[in-house]
Each structure stands twice: as structure tokens, then as C-alpha cells.
């Protein structure tokens, strides 16, 4: 009821803002951003020049002005088609001007946030995709219209809600696609798609991410050697304003170093056995080896206007 009165005042306030002669006052733009609902952080997922999407064929051009075709291609080919594009965000901070700290509080909506954990899904069933027709592109979380100096989370689920059970678990942690048993986690990232490349049609990308060396000495106590949680500290020269801009994912940069040309790659985070994921996890900031931050920054996530 509170918010909804909020919204009368606000939509009141706009008939205000008009003047006499029917034109409008510059504060009404400043207006629509202050009633956008809910307040929140917006994401965007790309495949180098292209919107993530399923159902139809994605290019992918990095680099629309290159004459090189190896740059233009995404993992070696071209087009590819979307299976699946979905990963969890927690632990979210912002920095202002003055340095300090906001601890973004991100409440349980229900559906696609819980304990702190928000799931973003970028496919819809549709065409070669293999999830839900559900999406989401959108962390709700309050937060205020101004600019800050730094946006950092965490892609991963926090290790106190990591090994809970899927099957009795608040969305959006009950989905069995991103439940992970062998591992007794979940898949903080799953990114795959499909050649659609007529030399190579049906060569795949298969990419995910999870806590890995997990045992349970003891009923209810779990150890993992190796966290893979990428934190991601996104510092844009001009600074983040939530309201204006967005963060942007790019499935191009996260398969750098593949090549499936000549045939599928896949990385399971499976430890020295699934060779794959040393080429790539370097995009996410992490060192495959420790499953902790490596020496090279992140390249899959920043800043865009909405």
C-alpha cells in the first residue's frame, strides 16, 4: 500500500511539471528514472555485437570494423545458436563517491531472489535453448539515482546456501538444471551453445562453473578445494548510476581461448581432469588451478548505457 501511494504522489507530482502551454519541464525525465519499478540492477547478456538469444542464428561480431574473420567469429565459428545462458549473483557492494561501502540489501522476491542470491536467465526454451520460458534480467535491490564509483558481486552462490537441497529449496535455488549433485552444489554459471556454422553444424560449447573438491566429513559439513566464485569489480572511468546503466555479460569473451572448429569443447569444473576450463577461466578473473582470483582481471562483465 505504501508503495503504491508513493507512485500517486509521484504521477500527481508529474502533472506539476508541466507548464501552462503543454510542454514539459526537463525534471520529467529525472522523474521517470525516480519512479522506475522496482529499483534495482539491470544486466544485459551479448555475444560480441550480438543479443544473447534463442531461437535464431547470433553472429556474434567482437569487431564489426576488423578485416579479420577469426576475430569475428565466436570459439572458431560462425553463427552459433544459444542453448543456455544462466547464472547466480550474490554478495552485491557499491562505492560511492566518498569510498564507502554499500552493502546492497537483495530481499526475497518469491521467485527469482532468495537469501541474497539472484538468478539471471537470459534463455527462454525456445529453438536449440534447453531451459525454462521464464527469464530474468534483473537484481531488485535498493539503491539510489546517483553515481557511483565501483559496482562488485560475486558470480556464485554463497557457500551457506551452496549444499542445501535443490528439491525442498526456495526459488530460485530449486532449479534442477543448476543443481549440481556429483558436486553437492550448485552451477553458479552454465553457458552453452551450438555451431550453426554449415562446416561444422553441431560442435559444442558447454561451459560451467562451480565450486569443485567438495566433500562432507561429516553429515551436514561441507569442504570444497576450490571455490570458483569470480568476484567482479566493475570501476567505469565516468563512474555506475543503477538508473541510467547496465551491467553487460558477453558469452564471446567468456569462450575466449575455445576453438570448436575442429570439434566440441566443454568445461565441468571437474579439477585437473577437465582440461578445457584452464583456457577459460582466466576470463572470469579466476586461476582454474586454486579456483581463486588469478592474475589477469575479468573480461566477461561491464558497464553500458540502458
Known amino acids: 500500500m505504501k508503495l503504491l501511494y508513493k507512485y500517486i504522489v509521484l504521477l500527481l507530482l508529474s502533472v506539476s511539471l508541466f507548464r501552462c502551454d503543454g510542454s514539459s519541464n526537463q525534471n520529467l525525465a529525472l522523474l521517470a528514472l525516480a519512479i522506475q519499478s522496482p529499483p534495482g540492477i539491470e544486466f544485459k547478456a551479448v555475444v560480441g555485437d550480438s543479443d544473447a538469444s534463442c ?26 545458436g544459444l542453448k543456455d545462458l544462466r547464472f547466480y549473483v550474490s554478495g552485491f557492494e557499491l562505492v560511492d563517491e566518498n569510498d564507502t561501502i554499500i552493502t546492497l540489501d537483495v530481499p ?31 537484481v531488485q535491490a535498493t539503491v539510489e539515482n546517483k553515481t557511483y564509483k565501483t559496482l562488485r558481486f560475486t558470480l556464485g552462490v554463497p557457500e551457506t546456501l551452496n549444499h542445501i537441497d535443490y528439491s525442498v529449496a526456495p526459488s530460485p535455488l530449486n532449479v534442477s538444471g543448476l543443481a549440481w549433485g556429483w558436486t553437492m552444489g550448485y552451477r553458479f554459471f552454465v553457458g552453452e551453445f551450438l555451431s550453426n556454422d554449415p562446416a561444422t553444424v553441431g560442435n559444442a560449447a558447454v561451459l560451467h562453473i562451480g565450486s569443485a573438491g567438495c566433500t562432507e566429513p561429516t553429515p551436514g559439513n561441507y ?10 569489480e566493475l570501476t567505469p572511468v565516468d563512474g555506475f548510476n543503477p538508473y541510467t546503466q547496465k ?22 569444473s571437474m579439477g585437473a581432469m577437465d582440461s578445457n576450463c584452464s583456457a577459460v577461466y582466466p576470463n572470469f578473473g579466476l586461476d582454474y588451478s586454486t579456483g581463486n582470483a588469478g592474475s589477469t582481471a575479468q573480461t566477461v562483465f561491464g558497464i553500458v548505457s540502458k
Not at 116 to 131: Q, R
Open 108 to 138: 526475497n522476491t518469491g521467485v527469482w531472489q532468495y537469501g541474497g542470491v539472484a538468478l539471471l536467465d537470459f534463455e527462454n526454451g525456445k529453438g536449440s535453448c534447453s531451459g525454462t520460458t521464464e527469464t530474468n534480467n534483473f
Open 223 to 232: 569442504t570444497c578445494t576450490n571455490s570458483n566464485r569470480a568476484l567482479i
Open 247 to 268: 551491467v553487460q555479460f558477453d558469452l564471446k569473451k567468456a569462450v575466449t581461448g575455445w576453438d570448436i572448429s575442429t570439434g566440441s569443447k566443454s568445461c565441468h
Open 55 to 80: 531461437g535464431g542464428d547470433i553472429s556474434g561480431h567482437g569487431d564489426s570494423h576488423s578485416s579479420s574473420v577469426t576475430i569475428q567469429h565466436v570459439a572458431g565459428v560462425m553463427p552459433i
